[in-house]
């Protein structure tokens, strides 16, 4: 062991202090506080370190950086080992195909079935609700799906068609068919060819977005995303897909409106149209969602621990209604909307449509498709205790995306209904999605051309219970208020800006209130000065406790947050406005005719000239000697508590700078505590160095303040 008979203790006695008794000053804590029963007291003994001196005795010996021919060998050598692991780490099936276990079967195959039995009704409403035909829902519902399956990490998330990117996707077709059609087309909103290029080239282009950000592992970006942020974006997706389903649940005609305020002037078209309700319609939509109300919201969870599968009532509701308006001949006895023919089997490959104008809206669908997915996949793995791959899903959602786009698919994302049904399941790998779109397969080849009968009325209604649970989110409002109200700043502004301006803008709107939010956040940080507890040694807040000692010549101050630009200001201000009254600063200042901004205990502000540079220049290290010296004992110290700074700027380093030199200048030393190692390593690298020695900065609080008591 180090010889450590020449470091001080912390049992040493105070001088020339009235206000501490020697005995406090024992390394003691507690366990516990007067009033419990069990009362224990723990005396320890350490010694007194700066950092440089508990580095010197116990730091790890530096490890040599590897050289450049090292560097380049781990980068260009391929053991059997490092290939094997690129590739299971780009083909996650292989390794769920390797460690597959038998007894899984069953559940992933029920679960399979489950979500093939709502992907079909889904799909095809989704495709209306794109404005595309319903057989480029089904598309959207099977090649998505198997290349996910390949090159996806989540085991529960169900990838395929989304409301939301629907909704867009449609806003998209809409906004690039006049210019796609030519001068020449009189009725470009009748082409699906056209339009369903359109939406492929959309895919195509999503598709490459997406797996270049993942291939240059931009995935950590979702740590950014806020989730009252897509809460309040979701929701707003919501109310856009209910207002567009709305007509044709009730069976009327309205215009189509685009840019701001379309949400309010398709309601108001809405009410105008009132008096054409068609009956059978509205009828039909209201026994539809009855029926889908009463079991997902009753049945399936009520009995949902005797029912080893959710009843696939959207399904079930599909097949009742195909039947009964067929064999009622619904559609000329009542004259209901029907979705009329869907095509047997697969189109053939075709190049999707192309422009630039399409490659920036493109994008902005991309960051919707990356945020809603991995938001999904984020929830399914805290509550399945599983950690996805967030690059890897990008390079999934990508290529599902750009290899799609060939087959007439329009953008893919994680469905909400399905992913939370899948969650709730619990599918042992990502192979349900394998039986899933075998029975889309099923569908597309041979079932499909059954389903013409379907009325058009049943599909919305089913779109809009699905996207039911998108809206209600906003029942949490009340709840963000009383916990963090930025949040609720953030999910209200987002939502309102996406209802009553338009849709895209909540995207926008959400991203600038995440950014302000932060922001604002970090300009106000927590600042305080720190007390001895009288009982123990504690240094707690000494706005917020009593039984504290106050040391006359020492004043410990915390600040809760990194000193950077935005909080430098605020960081000079608080320090001299918290330590003015024990030190009577604005007082030493004006003696010494140096200048600040410095703000008394009642709040008032007394202006300076801003001191000039010559005084920083001037300002010469102190030994630590001195702190020892008989002569210096009426000094006053300010211990700056850096454990919550993470790390500092050169606009921070310069306020840093400034507040020693002018505390220096009246009389009051400045000592550091409890710095991590940027910030320490910032130290030495800076101008600090030469105005600090390392005697100044300390291992902890405890540390620095028996130092100067000694």
Not at 265 to 273: G, H, Q
Not at 328 to 354: C, E, H, Q, T, W
Not at 360 to 370: C, E, G, R, T, Y
């Amino acid at each position: 062991m180090d010889d450590l008979s020449d470091p001080k203790t912390s049992e040493d006695t105070v001088e020339d202090n009235d206000s501490f008794d020697p005995e406090e000053h024992k390394m003691s804590f507690h366990i516990g506080s007067p009033p419990y029963t069990h009362h224990h007291e723990i005396t320890a003994r350490r010694y007194v370190r700066t950092q440089h001196e508990l580095d010197e005795h116990y730091s790890k010996p530096a490890q040599p950086k590897p050289t450049v021919r090292t560097r380049l060998r781990r980068w260009f050598c391929c053991p059997k080992e490092k290939v094997e692991k690129y590739f299971s780490t780009l083909f996650p099936i292989v390794n769920v195909l390797r460690t597959y276990n038998l007894s899984y079967i069953l559940n992933d195959m029920v679960s399979g079935i489950t979500i093939g039995c709502l992907s079909f009704p889904l799909g095809i409403a989704f495709g209306v609700l794109a404005s595309l035909a319903p057989e480029y829902g089904l598309y959207s519902s099977f090649s998505p799906v198997i290349l996910y399956l390949l090159f996806g990490t989540s085991r529960h998330i169900s990838f395929g068609t989304n409301g939301i990117i629907s909704l867009f996707t449609s806003e998209l077709i809409h906004k690039h068919l006049p210019a796609a059609a030519g001068p020449n087309s009189t009725k470009p909103e009748d082409d699906i060819d056209l339009k369903s290029s359109i939406a492929s080239g959309s895919t195509c282009i999503i598709g490459l977005i997406l797996l270049l950000m993942g291939l240059f592992r931009l995935g950590f970006i979702v740590n950014y995303i806020s989730s009252s942020f897509v809460s309040g974006f979701t929701a707003a997706g919501g109310v856009h897909i209910v207002t567009s389903m709305l007509p044709n649940a009730l069976g009327i005609t309205i215009p189509r409106f685009t840019g701001a305020g379309q949400l309010v002037l398709t309601y108001k078209a809405i009410f105008e149209k009132v008096p054409e309700i068609h009956v059978a319609s509205l009828l039909t939509s209201l026994l539809t969602a009855a029926i889908l109300l009463a079991f997902k919201d009753i049945i399936n969870v009520k009995f949902r621990h005797k029912l080893k599968t959710p009843v696939p009532i959207d399904f079930i509701v599909v097949i009742i209604a195909t039947i009964i308006s067929n064999f009622a001949n619904l559609s000329d006895s009542f004259g209901l909307k029907i979705v009329g023919d869907i095509p047997a089997g697969f189109p053939p490959p075709r190049m999707p449509y192309f422009s630039v104008d399409l490659v920036l809206d493109s994008f902005v669908v991309a960051i919707m498709i990356f945020m809603l997915s991995v938001s999904m996949s984020r929830l399914c793995e805290a509550a399945h205790n599983y950690r996805v791959n967030d690059n890897q899903e990008l390079v999934a959602y990508g290529l599902s995306n750009f290899v799609s786009s060939f087959f007439l698919c329009f953008p893919s994302c994680a469905g909400p209904a399905r992913t939370i049904t899948l969650c709730l399941m619990g599918p042992k790998s990502t192979l349900h999605g394998l039986i899933s779109s075998f029975f889309i397969l099923i569908i597309l080849l041979w079932i499909g051309p059954l389903f013409r009968m379907l009325p058009i009325s049943v599909l919305s209604t089913m779109v809009i219970i699905a996207v039911k649970n998108l809206v209600t989110q906003m029942k949490d409002l009340p709840e963000m208020w009383r916990l963090n109200r930025y949040d609720f700043l953030i999910a209200v502004g987002t939502n309102l800006s996406g209802c009553f301006i338009d849709f895209p803008y909540a995207l926008y709107v959400g991203v600038i209130l995440c950014m302000f939010t932060v922001v604002l956040q970090s300009q106000i940080p927590e600042v305080y000065l720190l007390s001895k507890l009288t009982t123990e040694d504690r240094f707690l807040n000494s706005k917020l406790y009593d039984h504290i000692l106050t040391h006359p010549r020492i004043q410990i101050f915390k600040f809760e947050s990194s000193l950077y630009f935005a909080t430098a200001e605020a960081f000079r201000k608080k320090l001299f406005e918290l330590t003015d009254g024990k030190f009577n600063l604005h007082s030493k200042f004006t003696k010494s005719q140096q200048s600040y901004v410095v703000a008394d205990p009642s709040g008032s502000k007394h202006n300076m000239e801003h001191m000039n540079r010559e005084s920083v220049e001037s300002f010469t290290r102190l030994p630590w000697d001195g702190l020892h010296d008989k002569s210096l004992h009426n000094k006053d110290y300010v211990i700056i508590d850096c454990s919550s700074i993470n790390y500092i700027d050169i606009n921070g380093l310069r306020i840093l700078i400034e507040v020693i030199c002018e505390l220096e200048n009246v009389g009051v030393t400045v000592v550091f505590a409890s710095c991590n190692q940027y910030v320490r390593r910032f130290f030495k690298k800076s101008q600090l160095a030469s105005k600090i020695s390392e005697e100044h900065i300390f291992a902890d609080i405890w540390d620095a303040f028996s130092a100067l008591i000694m």
